[in-house]
């Protein structure tokens, strides 16, 4: 049984930072690969960043890249987001995920265990 559970979110002026954390129970036997989504206001839930197993590999969307960067300490089964130079525009509750998969493998969608998010506001 996988269970996710975000921290770390919270109120930012623009500009500044924020940094995610996911603890994932059940993460230990087989590889998962882990992302993070959001969802603003109004619109769907979209793709934010994903690591693959051991965290060698990473993706990001174009939205984000140069500023979110993701990472993971298999160790304490958690993953994290590391938000800097942040924008109204990344004000959404944001979603981390989980699915077994191969080990290099950085999926961008299809995952198979979600938290219950955690609210980013970031105001300008």
């Known amino acids: 049984q996988v269970q996710l559970v975000e921290s770390g979110g919270g109120l930012v002026q623009a500009g500044g930072s924020l940094r995610l954390s996911c603890a994932c129970s059940?993460?230990?036997?087989?590889?998962?690969?882990m992302g993070w989504f959001r969802q603003a206001p109004g619109k769907e839930r979209e793709f934010v960043a994903t690591?693959?197993?051991?965290?060698?590999?990473?993706s990001y969307a174009d939205s984000v890249k140069g500023r979110f960067a993701v990472s993971r300490d298999n160790a304490k089964n958690t993953m994290y987001l590391q938000m800097i130079s942040l924008k109204p525009e990344d004000t959404a509750v944001y979603y981390c995920?989980?699915?077994?998969?191969?080990?290099?493998?950085?999926?961008?969608?299809?995952?198979?265990?979600w938290g219950q998010g955690t609210q980013v506001t970031v105001s300008s």
């Open positions: 995920a989980a699915v077994r998969t191969l080990p290099w493998v950085t999926p961008t969608g299809n995952y198979d265990y």
């Open positions: 059940g993460c230990t036997v087989g590889s998962y690969a």
């Open positions: 690591i693959n197993w051991n965290g060698g590999s990473t």
